[in-house]
């Protein structure tokens, strides 16, 4: 497995940005496909995005096309989640996850950042 810590969360007000970086450290991080998640309070973990192991393809759930791009450093072992024109219901716990094979499960996590968006 992979160890992923996640960082880059933090308070801000609807309209602002932030990026997320999530730091694999163990098996090869190029071979992972990565993904975003979020949980918001009350609710389950939630998909956002995922990236491809080239980080060729990008997938991203509706509710943030066009706000936020997941992208990837394999040189940095590092996946990064840039939010633009955030809004109140962004508001979340956000977890990096690594997925070993294209269909297979998201098997590893790191432990979320928060990410707090205020109106």
């Known amino acids: 497995q992979v160890q992923l810590v996640e960082s880059g969360g933090g308070l801000v007000q609807a309209g602002d940005s932030l990026r997320l970086s999530c730091a694999a450290s163990g098996r090869t991080f190029s071979g992972y496909g990565m993904g975003w998640f979020r949980q918001a309070p009350g609710k389950e973990r939630a998909f956002v995005a995922r990236?491809?192991?080239?980080?060729?393809?990008?997938y991203y759930t509706d509710s943030v096309k066009g706000r936020f791009t997941i992208s990837r450093d394999n040189a940095k072992n590092t996946v990064y989640l840039q939010m633009n024109s955030l809004k109140p219901e962004d508001t979340a716990v956000y977890y990096c996850a690594a997925q070993a094979a294209p269909l297979s499960a998201f098997g590893s996590w790191g432990q979320g950042t928060q990410v707090t968006v205020y109106s």
């Open positions: 990236i491809t192991w080239s980080g060729g393809n990008a």
